[in-house]
T-cell receptor, first 115, second 110 residues
Framework: NAGVTQTPKFQVLKTGQSMTLQCAQDMNHEYMSWYRQDPGMGLRLIHYSVGAGITDQGEVPNGYNVSRSTTEDFPLRLLSAAPSQTSVYFC??????????????FGPGTRLTVL | TQLLEQSPQFLSIQEGENLTVYCNSSSVFSSLQWYRQEPGEGPVLLVTVVTGGEVKKLKRLTFQFGDARKDSSLHITAAQPGDTGLYLCAGQLLSGKLIFGQGTTLQVKP
């Protein structure tokens, strides 16, 4: 099992550019989530999915899009990057609702800098 | 706004010392989790507590959930350099939403 994988590990963008952060899991988890981590602010939920074809907004969804065409993949798209989106992005997956008795597994993160 | 306040934010201690990290909120949680994160990696779940007053031990780490399920603490006995990292608490609200504290950066010096 590779667990949760994320690519790329690092990325530098210019303001206005678009890109897709890739996330994949091989544990057959239904729930997948995208978080951003900023200094002193913990983890904040961007978007999440409760299964293939179903996505919903989290706490900070503006400027990001997601889709879930398969159980395994959950890409995060930045439509027009802004310096405020400079952050470390984590993808996570779990069998059921995060925070319950099931373990939520995190990927290694993507460190994004927007100039 | 539901908040989960973690304290202290930074802690630098010598090997062998004891420490406690606190996680407090005015909201009631159905469960509370503690994670540990090392530089360049994602958070890793250490424990989940679900019952008010519950105490769980993981080697030198002791986790407690408050009786009213609004707060939690993490106590480390005889800290080791390998305990260095970022510790995050996360509470699941009764609505199902999961919120994270700001994190506590722990440095244990040999």
């Amino acid at each position: 099992n590779a667990g949760v994988t994320q690519t790329p590990k690092f990325q530098v963008l210019k303001t206005g550019q678009s890109m897709t952060l890739q996330c994949a899991q091989d544990m057959n988890h239904e729930y997948m989530s995208w978080y951003r981590q900023d200094p002193g602010m913990g983890l904040r939920l961007i978007h999440y999915s409760v299964g293939a074809g179903i996505t919903d907004q989290g706490e900070v969804p503006n400027g990001y899009n997601v889709s879930r065409s398969t159980t395994e993949d959950f890409p995060l798209r930045l439509l027009s990057a802004a310096p405020s989106q400079t952050s470390v992005y984590f993808c996570a997956s779990s069998y059921s609702l995060p925070g319950g008795t099931d373990t939520q597994y995190f990927g290694p993160g993507t460190r994004l800098t927007v100039l | 706004t539901q908040l989960l306040e973690q304290s202290p934010q930074f802690l630098s201690i010598q090997e062998g010392e004891n420490l406690t990290v606190y996680c407090n909120s005015s909201s009631v949680f159905s469960s509370l989790q503690w994670y540990r994160q090392e530089p360049g990696e994602g958070p890793v779940l250490l424990v989940t507590v679900v019952t008010g007053g519950e105490v769980k031990k993981l080697k030198r780490l002791t986790f407690q959930f408050g009786d009213a399920r609004k707060d939690s603490s993490l106590h480390i006995t005889a800290a080791q350099p390998g305990d260095t990292g970022l510790y995050l608490c996360a509470g699941q609200l009764l609505s199902g939403k999961l919120i994270f504290g700001q994190g506590t950066t722990l440095q244990v010096k040999p």
